[in-house]
T-cell receptor, first 114, second 118 residues
Framework: EPEVTQTPSHQVTQMGQEVILRCVPI?????FYWYRQILGQKVEFLVS????????KSEIFDDQFSVERPDGSNFTLKIRSTKLEDSAMYFC????????????FGQGTRLTVV | DQQVKQNSPSLSVQEGRISILNCDYT??????FLWYKKYPAEGPTFLIS?????DKNEDGRFTVFLNKSAKHLSLHIVPSQPGDSAVYFC?????????????????FGKGTKLSVKP
C-alpha cells in the first residue's frame, strides 16, 4: 500500500540552527501539505503546495519557514533559525485531488529544539 | 479562533458498547468532513468522511452523522473494540479556488482520546 514517508523520525537541533524536514509523498499525488502538532495541542495546518508553488499558508508559516519540491519526489520543509517553540511533531500529507478526497499522512518527524 | 471543536478531551467506553464522538464547527463554508484516528507516535490515519450533501455515511462499524443546521457531526463506533483506543480527530475543509487549481486544507479539532476497556 502506498504511503507517505518522512525522515528523520526525530531531529534534535540547537536554537538558532536551520533544519530541513523531508517527505516523500505518494507518487501520483499532486497536493502536498505540512501540519504540526505541539505536544498536547491540536494538529495545525502550516502550508499547502500545488503545481510547484504554495497554495495556502497559515499565520504560523512566517518567513522562518519555506517549502520546496526539489526533485519531483521529495517535499521539504525548512525552518531557519529554529526557536524553542518550534518543537513539535511535523506531519507531511499528500492527496490526489482537491477537497473531497482524504489526505494521507506520514508518520511524522519529532523536532526538538534545545 | 477554533473553527472545529471537539469539546470532550476523553471518552471511556466498555468493549462491545457504542462509542459516540462529537464535533462542532463554526464555518458554514465547510463542505467536507473527515475523521482521523491517531495512535501515539504515528501520523493521523484516515477513517471515514462525509460530504455536506449527505447526512450519514457508514463503513463497517463506523458511521458518521452530519447535522448541517446544528453544525454538528458525530462518529459512532459500534461495537467498540479495545483496538479502537486512540485519539480521534475531526477535520473539515472547503473548496478554495486558487490560481492554477483549487484546494481544500484540513482544519482539525483538538481530538478526543477514546479508551475502550475490555
Amino acid at each position: 500500500e502506498p504511503e507517505v514517508t518522512q525522515t528523520p523520525s526525530h531531529q534534535v537541533t540547537q536554537m538558532g540552527q536551520e533544519v530541513i524536514l523531508r517527505c516523500v509523498p505518494i507518487s501520483n499525488h499532486l497536493y502536498f501539505y505540512w501540519y504540526r502538532q505541539i505536544l498536547g495541542q491540536k494538529v495545525e495546518f502550516l502550508v499547502s503546495f500545488y503545481n510547484n508553488e504554495i497554495s495556502e499558508k497559515s499565520e504560523i508559516f512566517d518567513d522562518q519557514f519555506s517549502v520546496e519540491r526539489p526533485d519531483g519526489s521529495n517535499f521539504t520543509l525548512k525552518i531557519r533559525s529554529t526557536k524553542l517553540e518550534d518543537s513539535a511533531m511535523y506531519f507531511c500529507a499528500s492527496s490526489s485531488s482537491m477537497v473531497g478526497t482524504e489526505a494521507f499522512f506520514g508518520q511524522g518527524t519529532r523536532l526538538t529544539v534545545v | 479562533d477554533q473553527q472545529v471543536k471537539q469539546n470532550s478531551p476523553s471518552l471511556s467506553v466498555q468493549e462491545g458498547r457504542i462509542s459516540i464522538l462529537n464535533c462542532d464547527y463554526t464555518n458554514s463554508m465547510f463542505d467536507y468532513f473527515l475523521w482521523y484516528k491517531k495512535y501515539p507516535a504515528e501520523g493521523p490515519t484516515f477513517l471515514i468522511s462525509i460530504s455536506s450533501i449527505k447526512d450519514k455515511n457508514e463503513d463497517g462499524r463506523f458511521t458518521v452523522f452530519l447535522n448541517k443546521s446544528a453544525k454538528h457531526l458525530s462518529l459512532h463506533i459500534v461495537p467498540s473494540q479495545p483496538g479502537d483506543s486512540a485519539v480521534y480527530f475531526c477535520a473539515a475543509s472547503y473548496l478554495q479556488m486558487n490560481y492554477g487549481g483549487s484546494q481544500g486544507n484540513l482544519i482539525f479539532g483538538k481530538g478526543t482520546k477514546l479508551s475502550v476497556k475490555p
